[in-house]
């Protein structure tokens, strides 16, 4: 899939409004010695990057991005006015798959924005297999019927891009500061 058009740049992402706060954590952003905490319900990801064979890979450099719980887009593209947009929430972040392939996010459970049916963007890079842009979405959502990429994926494609989310018991959510739903989903990447 294509990066879409809001994909944050690297040189935005260095001189836009979260400068060097671009980490894996995209429901908490520091701003002028204040801490904001994005609106929506927060999401453990992990991504478990495999090759065809089964094998983890290491060192893969993971990154998402998404809209905000209004279906805004953190990017000068979306042409949203600073009202509009959640400034707790980062909207990209990015990660590196450890020894065992898995690399952990924390954001928001993905929302729909005008036209799209709730989803995740990502790209992945290692030496072994270049460059994969490609989208995650929620499984079971009532909107994916309708939107114009779940649409063109084969039976096999959507199987592997949708994501299931689990509830996180009430008493483990408050301990991970709020933490609404996980998902636990296995990319799987040429070997």
């Known amino acids: ?10 040189a935005w992402r260095a001189r836009g409004p979260f400068a060097g706060d ?6 908490r952003v520091a701003r002028g010695g204040r801490e904001r905490v994005a609106d929506g319900e927060h999401l453990g990801l992990e991504l478990l990057v495999r090759d065809t064979r089964g094998r983890a890979l290491d060192g893969a450099a993971v990154e998402i991005w998404q809209c905000d ?3 805004r887009y953190r990017h000068p593209r979306d042409g949203a006015l600073p009202a509009e947009v959640d400034e707790g929430f980062q909207g990209y ?3 590196r798959a450890g020894a065992q392939g898995a690399a952990s996010f924390r954001t928001i459970r993905p929302a729909p924005y005008a036209g799209r049916t709730p989803h995740i963007h ?16 929620v499984d079971g959502e009532p909107g994916n019927a309708g939107d114009f990429l779940w649409r063109r994926l084969s039976a096999a494609e959507r199987a592997a891009l949708a994501m299931k989310l689990q509830p996180v018991p009430a008493q483990q959510g408050a301990r991970h500061g709020g933490l609404r739903w996980q998902s636990r989903h296995v990319l799987v990447v040429p070997a």
């Open 1 to 10: 899939m294509t990066e879409g058009p809001f994909y944050p740049q690297p």
């Open 22 to 27: 671009w980490d894996a954590d995209l429901t």
């Open 69 to 71: 719980t209004w279906g």
């Open 93 to 95: 972040g990015e990660a």
């Open 122 to 137: 990502l790209k992945l890079r290692h030496a072994s297999f270049g460059e994969i842009t490609s989208q995650l979405f």
